[in-house]
């Protein structure tokens, strides 16, 4: 179902205190404008931003990871939804969402509580150690899980460049092997290489928010 109105609630939760931020936005506050939606609390900040073609970029504050995560959405999508979530890649909990008020206060409720939860089997007693211990609940196994995803998804999209003559958008003949010093993607045409770090969440970060991957 489409919203009647050009404008939008946009939330996300502190990772630092756990509270709920929530903004409205309109189209006008983004003319040309970075918008900062601030913790009460001081310690993190959403921004939204113009990216052009009609789009937005985002960066939002993870309650699990150590960084943020960057999106780009749709004007379209930040908009006309009722309810659209933004996930952490590695845990898969929502950690944005936008649309009609009630939708957007509904989903924070829900992921609170699927926090609590994580938090209750954990025995975290408060979001800021839940944050602080966030490589903890990515073991080596799921970094690795993860990685391969993203390098599955990649290649599909044909994103991963190497030394090769090929057409924007075509898939690779690539290989992917796990070593000590973590998983190696190599082509096997030219010989082109990579290791991507898998030793642990943080160490993969910077990949795993990479929109493609290079080979040398």
């Not at 909990?93 to 008020?101: K, Q, V």
């Not at 989903?107 to 938090?119: F, G, I, N, S, V």
């Not at 190497?162 to 796990?178: I, M």
């Amino acid at each position: 179902m489409v919203l009647n109105t050009k404008q939008t609630t946009v939330a996300y939760r502190c990772p630092y205190c756990g509270a709920g931020v929530m903004s409205a936005v309109s189209p006008f506050n983004l003319r040309g404008n970075m918008l900062r939606l601030k913790c009460t609390c001081g310690k993190s900040v959403m921004e939204i931003e113009p990216a052009g073609q009609g789009k937005v970029r985002m960066t939002v504050p993870c309650i699990i990871c150590p960084k943020p995560h960057h999106y780009t959405v749709s004007e379209k999508i930040l908009f006309g939804e009722e309810l659209f979530v933004l996930p952490c890649a590695y845990s898969d909990i929502n950690i944005a969402a936008m649309g009609e008020l009630n939708h957007v206060k509904a989903e924070l409720a829900r992921t609170e509580l699927e926090l609590l939860d994580l938090m209750e089997e954990n025995g975290i007693s408060d979001f800021s150690k839940l944050h602080e211990e966030a490589e903890e609940f990515v073991s080596d196994p799921q970094v690795l899980d993860i990685l391969m995803f993203v390098i599955r998804d990649l290649d599909a999209e044909g994103k991963i460049y190497c030394r090769c003559d090929k057409s924007e958008g075509e898939e690779g003949d690539f290989d992917v092997e796990v070593t000590p010093q973590g998983v190696c993607v190599t082509c096997r045409k030219c010989g082109a290489t990579k290791t991507l770090p898998a030793g642990s969440l943080l160490e993969a970060h910077d990949f795993l928010n990479a929109d493609s991957l290079k080979l040398e």
